[in-house]
């Protein structure tokens, strides 16, 4: 059973909206992660998340991006004014617990796949 | 970023064989290391990993060897069995705990 399950599976949207993708976790995590994989392409990190802060963002989570935990469960990903390239499989990850999975591994969601046309 | 490369973009291997792949990496600096499987339309799943102070740490049919020297990583996969066909990424850990993949090996097992 996955650590999270992420909604939608598969988004499709028109270039310039804005899109909300959701990750829920099966149980209490405190670190959550983002990652991106345009087809074809590797795992790409975006963004990293503990104590409802940003703790670590890469290049490519410009201002165009955003993440929130608005009800202390669900964790999003914002993309405003979505453009081309924003096509992708975007992945939600959370860090192992102690005590339990090993601390520093991540499992993933299944993705969403986000369509811009 | 740091930089995660794989020699090889596709492999393939009759069912029984045993496989490699193999991964470099740039950041000498980086003290974890994790190997990921992804099959289609799935998300990455944790295959095994290994910290920088070991040279070879074993799984269930799965060793990874570690070569500090040439900032190499490998992943052996004993008998390998059709489920094992998938895309196979290392990935080198940050010290966010971030997570920079490299491009991946497709491993198609033939029957």
């Known amino acids: 059973e996955p650590e999270v399950t992420q909604t939608p599976s598969h988004q499709v949207t028109q270039m310039g909206q804005e899109v909300i993708l959701r990750c829920v976790p099966i149980?209490?995590?405190?670190?959550f992660y983002w990652y991106r994989q345009i087809l074809g392409q590797k795992v790409e990190f975006l963004v990293s998340?503990?104590?409802?802060?940003?703790?670590?963002k890469s290049e490519i989570f410009d201002d165009q991006f955003s993440v929130e935990r608005p009800d202390g469960s669900n964790f999003t990903l914002k993309i405003r004014s979505t453009k081309l390239e924003d096509s992708a499989m975007y992945f939600c990850?959370?860090?192992?617990?102690?005590?339990?999975?090993?601390?520093?591994?991540?499992?993933f969601g299944a993705g969403t796949r986000l369509s811009v046309l | 970023g740091e930089s995660v490369g794989l020699h090889l973009p596709t492999l393939s291997v009759q069912e029984g064989d045993n496989s490699i792949i193999n991964c470099a990496y740039s950041?000498?600096?980086?003290?974890?290391f994790i190997w990921y499987k992804q099959e289609s339309g799935k998300g990455p799943q944790f295959i095994i990993d290994?910290?920088?102070?070991?040279d070879k740490r074993q799984g269930q049919r799965v060793t990874v060897l570690l070569n500090k020297t040439v900032k190499h990583l490998s992943l052996q996969i004993a008998a390998t069995q059709p489920g094992d066909s998938a895309v196979y990424f290392c990935?080198?850990?940050?010290?966010?705990?971030?997570?920079?993949f490299g491009t991946g090996t497709s491993l198609t097992v033939i029957p």
């Open positions: 990850a959370v860090r192992g617990q102690r005590g339990g999975l090993a601390k520093n591994i991540q499992y």
């Open positions: 149980s209490n995590h405190l670190y």
């Open positions: 998340f503990y104590n409802n802060e940003i703790s670590e």
């Open positions: 950041n000498s600096a980086s003290d974890y």
């Open positions: 290994i910290r920088s102070n070991m």
């Open positions: 990935a080198e850990v940050g010290t966010g705990n971030q997570f920079y």
